[in-house]
């Protein structure tokens, strides 16, 4: 079975860059319905901040 990917749009504020701004995420749907980050327009992994990031946070807090 193939699995899904979906894109969502989060916007907030971003430490990194010190400014608001608006990320493209996808993220794939697993068998079990869970959701994975799969890919964001973003350093988010790799930035200083990804620990605390209020702005990606927001995805995290989507899933079920």
Do not use: W
């Not at 969502?8 to 995420?25: A, H, L, W």
């Not at 697993?30 to 901040?49: F, I, P, T, V």
């Amino acid at each position: 079975m193939a699995k899904e990917i979906t894109e969502e749009f989060i916007s907030g504020f971003c430490k990194m860059q010190n400014q608001t701004r608006t990320v493209i995420c996808e993220m794939e749907i697993q068998e079990d319905g869970s959701r994975k980050l799969y890919s964001s327009d973003c350093a988010y992994g790799a930035c200083e901040h990804s620990g605390d990031c209020l702005l990606m946070g927001q995805i995290f807090a989507k899933e079920p």
